[in-house]
Structure formats: structure tokens, C-alpha cells
């Protein structure tokens, strides 16, 4: 039995980078790092579709990151269009500007971003927002007030096209990623100001505080800014069945702010640790490098929220009704009231 009405994972890579000759038999993390968004991707939908049938998955929104292309996003989407939906980002004008074509801005690269929604193809941008140049392993530091004011740059962009901004809220650990490091941003904290000076413009936090690891710091900032205003959601797929309790029982997040992300594709291992808590979470395991295989993440993932003793309504607004509102996706045969109504 499928778990929701209507599954959508609102996080999912569906491109594969062939890393094995950018990396020289390296499997190390750090070295993965500082080539992803130097390396070409290909299509993965073939697996991604696999997975979708297997696990009763109806809907994926993909989005392109660490030199994944919008174009071949685009080509999955028109290939199966009651399946994808895709976000953008500035892919071509980051290229042109590692190429000395052009010197980085933000403006610039909002512009690109402004061009490709334009065309009506895109339902919104991520992975992240753009905020600096410097890519996973950059030292190219950007100031705190610069980095803000980039970000409410995004929020005017997000305004004009009424699309959720995402705010990368967490690190997958393992890869050398600065702390000005786009896309992963490591103060959840900032997002308190981004909703008080845009009320109206739904924000998620993507992976809510956990990508890799055991720790729960940021996803305790995530809890505190989602609790404070009402445009925040938190993006829940690689949270495991604990984490959960403390979002849906808090009167001020519940099920209407979480959404079901999973980041699918990025082939973070699942490490397991019996009896001891969490017993399982996603983590890049340093000694034992780079995995070769498609990581399952949506056995794991699912399989968390199987555990969730909660009514089946809040259960298809966390798994399919928000991200439906949020994107305004199709329903299967353009059904209405599948979901319970949220103000």
C-alpha cells in the first residue's frame, strides 16, 4: 500500500555525474567536492523512474545542481510531463563566468534566472538560491550584510514570479565545502529575517537542518524559525521517524509546513548503527570513500514515516498536499479536495 494519495519527493537530482576520470581513481571525498560542478552529468531517469514505480512515487520536482544542466532537466520533463516538474538555476551564466566570459554578480546571475522562468518551463529555482561565487569549495568569502542582501535579491525575484525560495539549510559532511560555499548555507537563523521582510513569499528550508550526520543543530534553528512564522517550510526526507515527532507535535509547524525532499540522487549513504540513536541517517563515511552504486534513500526515507503514528490527512499534506500548493502541481486527472485544507 502506497503511503500517501499523492507522493511527490520535492528534492530529487535526476542527472548522475561520471566522476571516475575527473577524480583519477581518488575516492575521496574532498577531491569529489572540488570537481562536481566541473564534470558533465547524464541523464539518471532511467534509474529515477525505476525507483518511482517501485516505491509509489507519483511526482518528482528535479533540480539541476553541481554542473547538472537545466536543458537536460527540460528534456525529462517533456519526455514525462505527468512525472517531472523542474526548478532552474544559473547554470549557463556560472559557466560563462568560470570561463572569463563574464565577472560574477548577483544581478547577473538573477537575470539568467529571470529569462529562464520567463519562459514558463520552470516552476521555481534551486538548488539553493545564488548568493555567492564561490562554489562548494570556494574561498571567494562574501561579508554577512552582502550575503543578506544577495538573498533578498532572490526573495524580490521569488516575490515577482510567486515561487517558494529555497534556502539550503544544512551540509551533506565529507565534501571540503566553505562556509560561504554555495549552495549550502550554515545559519538557518538568517531565514528569521528573509520572512519578516517577506511575509508573503513562501521560503523552504531545504533538508530542514539534516543532510548528513547525527547532528541536530541546525535542525533545532530550522524548528525555531519554522515555529516563528507562517511562510516557512521544512523539507523532511532525510529526517529519520524521531525527528519528526517534535515538528508535528509543536502547534506552530505541524504537518502543514513539512514537505517530503529527499534529495534523491545524491547517493549520500544510509549508515546504520544498531540499538544507539538515530539507529540509522544519511552520512559521506570518510574511511570508506565515494559509494559506486545508486544509494537507495527512498526505502530509507519512507520507511521512517511508515513509522509515524499520525492521521492519514496531515500524513498526505507531508508527503504530496504542500508541495502541491506550493508548485502548483497537476493531480492525477485534475482532482480537487484530495487534501486537507490549509490557510
Not at 9 to 22: E, F, L, N, P, Y
Not at 52 to 59: H, I, K, L, S
Not at 204 to 211: D, F, N, P, Q, V
Not at 287 to 312: A, C, E, M
Request: glycine letters at 10%; a negative charge.
Amino acid at each position: 500500500m502506497k503511503l500517501g494519495r499523492f507522493i511527490v519527493d520535492t528534492h530529487v537530482h535526476s542527472q548522475r555525474h561520471a566522476a571516475g576520470k575527473a577524480l583519477k581513481g581518488s575516492t575521496d571525498f574532498k577531491d569529489l567536492g572540488n570537481v562536481m560542478g566541473k564534470m558533465e552529468a547524464y541523464d539518471n531517469s532511467p534509474r529515477l523512474i525505476y525507483d518511482m514505480d517501485c516505491y509509489g512515487v507519483d511526482m518528482c520536482v528535479i533540480e539541476p545542481a553541481f554542473g547538472m544542466t537545466n536543458k537536460t532537466n527540460l528534456e525529462q520533463v517533456k519526455k514525462y510531463p505527468e512525472r517531472f516538474v523542474a526548478n532552474c538555476n544559473a547554470k549557463e551564466y556560472q559557466d560563462r563566468c568560470a570561463a572569463g566570459e563574464e565577472e560574477y554578480t548577483i544581478d547577473g546571475a538573477l537575470a539568467e534566472l529571470a529569462r529562464l522562468l520567463d519562459t514558463g518551463q520552470f516552476v521555481g529555482v534551486g538548488e539553493g538560491m545564488p548568493m555567492t561565487s564561490g562554489g562548494m569549495g570556494g574561498t571567494d568569502f562574501t561579508d554577512q550584510e552582502t550575503m543578506l542582501k544577495n538573498m533578498m535579491k532572490m526573495m524580490d525575484l521569488g516575490r515577482q514570479y510567486h515561487i517558494p525560495v529555497r534556502y539550503h539549510s544544512g551540509t551533506p559532511g565529507g565534501y571540503a565545502i566553505s562556509y560561504h560555499g554555495f549552495p549550502s548555507t550554515y545559519n538557518p537563523l538568517w531565514v528569521h529575517t528573509l520572512a519578516v521582510a517577506y511575509p508573503d513569499v513562501p521560503i523552504i528550508l531545504e533538508h530542514a537542518g539534516i543532510e548528513g550526520g547525527w547532528w541536530e543543530w541546525f535542525y533545532e534553528q530550522a524548528l525555531h524559525v519554522a515555529a516563528s512564522h507562517k511562510n516557512i517550510y521544512l523539507e523532511t526526507g532525510r529526517w529519520w521517524a524521531d525527528l519528526y515527532y517534535k515538528a508535528l507535535n509543536d502547534p506552530s509547524v505541524g504537518a502543514e509546513k513539512l514537505i517530503w525532499g529527499t534529495d534523491w540522487g545524491a547517493s549520500l549513504p544510509v549508515y546504520s548503527q544498531l540499538n544507539r540513536y538515530p539507529p540509522g541517517y544519511t552520512r559521506q563515511d570518510l574511511k570508506q570513500g565515494i559509494p559506486r552504486h545508486q544509494v537507495d534513500i527512498w526505502g530509507w526515507s519512507l520507511k521512517q514515516i511508515q513509522r509515524l503514528d499520525i492521521n492519514q490527512d496531515d500524513m498526505n499534506l507531508m508527503l504530496g498536499g504542500n508541495a502541491v500548493r506550493l508548485y502548483n502541481l497537476r493531480t492525477p486527472g485534475g482532482l480537487t479536495r484530495m487534501f486537507k485544507f490549509v490557510d
